[in-house]
């Protein structure tokens, strides 16, 4: 039986698609650390999902539709989840990530402006809007955790990651900005996880999304996180143990943005320098 460090803890999980999903994961795990939780995604991907699995296995927890981009839609969510929870939330997962320019396989240089947009709105701005929604609605309780996802394109040129880099990085800018408002105003904390390459929808969308998986594995000295990982991480960070964290951007990531080249890449490339020499 996990730790009951989340006993009494109220949560909203966002991006549950299915049992790959990292909002899977970290639901299941949530409702392991004794916390009571409502699950929200888009209506499109709640008809597609399987969520009604997953709310069977966290205690039949609420499934409330709400698509990220709308102001509507989040209201209702927060109004609805203090009900259904009776009182304010005390952690938030933002799990959400999609862009058209990637679905579309329209490349960086080439991208389409519209897309663009909802890249931004779908994967970083619904931070804001969360965030803004909660404030408003004063939904979270002191020293409340909001979590959102990111990858470390955000910080470095991945050719594949197309306009969710950009995505990404606004989504840490947000993060240290609302964070900032919002621990002033009432100790609200605010940080992103920025996990390694996972296999989930979201993830395999990416062109060369396998290579560099294996790659990040390859080059990080404990080998890539998984969902699994990433949840037990997110569990930690929606404690009281890490409550004094705010504003940062906190690599999960088995140690692949601290390291400049791994061995085992460099063996990799002798190997087929040999094998081109050879041939
Ligand atoms: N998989 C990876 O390699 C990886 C690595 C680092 C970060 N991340 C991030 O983790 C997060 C979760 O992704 P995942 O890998 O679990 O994939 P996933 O496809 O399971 O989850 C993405 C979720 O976003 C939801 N979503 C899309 N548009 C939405 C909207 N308008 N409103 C509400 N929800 C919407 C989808 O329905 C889906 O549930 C994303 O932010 C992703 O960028 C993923």
Redesign the pocket.
């Known amino acids: 039986m996990a730790h009951q460090i989340l006993q009494g803890k109220k949560g909203i999980i966002?991006?549950?698609?299915?049992e790959?999903?990292?909002?899977?994961k970290t639901a299941i795990a949530a409702v392991e650390a004794g916390a009571q939780i409502v699950l929200?995604?888009?209506p499109i991907?709640l008809r597609m999902?399987k969520i009604n699995e997953l709310s069977k296995l966290c205690n039949d927890a609420p499934v409330i539709p709400?698509?990220?981009?709308s102001m509507e839609d989040l209201e209702k969510l927060f109004t609805q989840s203090m009900e259904a929870l009776g009182g304010k939330v005390d952690f938030v997962l933002?799990?959400?990530?999609?862009s058209p320019n990637v679905r579309k396989n329209i490349d960086y240089t080439n991208t389409n402006y519209d897309n663009f947009h909802k890249t931004l709105d779908?994967?970083a701005m619904?931070l804001h809007r969360v965030l803004q929604t909660a404030m408003k609605l004063d939904a979270l309780n002191e020293w409340a955790s909001v979590i959102?996802?990111?990858?470390i394109a955000a910080q470095r040129a991945f050719p594949g990651y197309n306009d969710?880099a950009d995505a990404?990085a606004l989504l840490e800018s947000i993060t240290r900005s609302f964070g900032y408002q919002y621990g002033f105003a009432k100790k609200v904390r605010v940080n992103t996880v920025?996990?390694?390459?996972?296999?989930?929808?979201?993830?395999s969308g990416?062109s060369g999304?396998d290579s560099f998986f294996h790659y990040a594995d390859k080059m990080s000295p404990l080998g890539n996180a998984t969902?699994e990982d990433c949840a037990s991480y997110c569990i930690s960070l929606f404690s009281d143990y890490t409550r004094m964290v705010t504003m940062q951007n906190l690599f999960h990531d088995g140690g692949f943005s601290f390291t400049g080249v791994s061995h085992l890449v460099i063996e990799e490339i002798n190997k087929l320098a040999a094998e081109s020499a050879n041939s």
């Open positions: 966002f991006g549950a698609l299915d790959r999903s990292i909002a899977w929200t995604n888009a991907a999902g709400a698509d990220a981009t933002h799990s959400i990530g999609m779908i994967s619904s959102a996802l990111s990858y969710m990404k920025s996990q390694s390459p996972t296999i989930t929808t979201a993830g990416v999304f969902s």
